[in-house]
């Protein structure tokens, strides 16, 4: 579904990450590793997690329903193994999105227009981003790709404007994309799960742009702060704070 005129630039545009950037994925995460070894033991839940692992290192995104068909080999005869499928496309994303993530979306749609942009499969990402209600929060304008920064043409042709603003936890996919689109870009990286807990300590080049600990930070912003935040070479140790934004 095209929601928007790609024929008619808008003013901004902000790009929005899903998982642990509007919603806790990492809480889905530790409730599915604790079903599964409520369900099969921890020697098995450990066995899904490394079939999750290496295909995630082959396809490059998320592939938790890949990861389940995998793990069926071996416990074909198990009942219960059927029943992982409706826990999954089931979940209650809804209540794993971040505070104020809803809120944050219609701010920022006040300001230009806010767009999804994710990594991830074609059947499981989607379900999570509609289960969660962001699917209807954005409108439709949802983008999913294997890898989001490398598919920064597509993006602009499909959602054309004159500033791009990306929202994400994961600063080196900030940093891509800005080394791609320079000063056409403000780059937001949220404090919010282990993707940013690992990264702390780590030079980043580009840094950030704007830092902030929790997405609902974006309340208090204006379109003016993220015009204005840094460029592509701004010699910058310290990412800007949200406080620093206004």
Not at 54 to 76: H, I, K, P, S, V
Not at 143 to 151: A, C, F, G, P
Request: glycine content about 8%; some cysteine; proline content about 5%.
């Amino acid at each position: 579904m095209l929601a928007t005129d790609p024929s008619a630039a808008v003013e901004m545009v902000f790009l929005l990450d899903v998982d642990n950037t509007l919603l806790d994925n990492d809480r889905f995460a530790a409730d599915l590793g604790a079903r599964l070894e409520q369900t099969f033991g921890a020697d098995e839940r450990n066995r899904y997690w490394a079939l999750f692992a290496g295909l995630r290192g082959e396809l490059g995104y998320a592939d938790y329903l890949g990861a389940l068909q995998a793990f069926r080999r071996g416990l074909e005869d198990e009942a219960a193994l059927l029943q992982m499928s409706g826990f999954l496309l089931e979940y209650p994303f809804a209540q794993r999105l971040y505070p104020c993530a809803l809120d944050v979306i219609a701010h920022l749609g006040e300001l230009g227009l806010p767009v999804i942009l994710s990594d991830g499969d074609v059947v499981f990402q989607p379900r999570k981003i509609q289960v969660a209600g962001l699917w209807a929060a954005v409108a439709g304008r949802v983008l999913i790709q294997v890898h989001k920064q490398s598919t920064l043409d597509a993006t602009q042709r499909r959602y054309p404007a004159a500033h791009y603003v990306m929202v994400d936890d994961k600063p080196q996919i900030l940093a891509a994309m800005k080394q791609t689109l320079g000063a056409k870009l403000t780059t937001v990286f949220v404090r919010q799960g282990h993707y940013a807990a690992e990264a702390a300590g780590t030079a980043i080049e580009p840094p950030p742009d704007l830092s902030i600990e929790h997405i609902g930070e974006l309340m208090r912003f204006d379109r003016s702060q993220f015009s204005a935040a840094a460029p592509l070479h701004a010699a910058a140790s310290q990412p800007t704070t949200a406080s620093q934004g206004k």
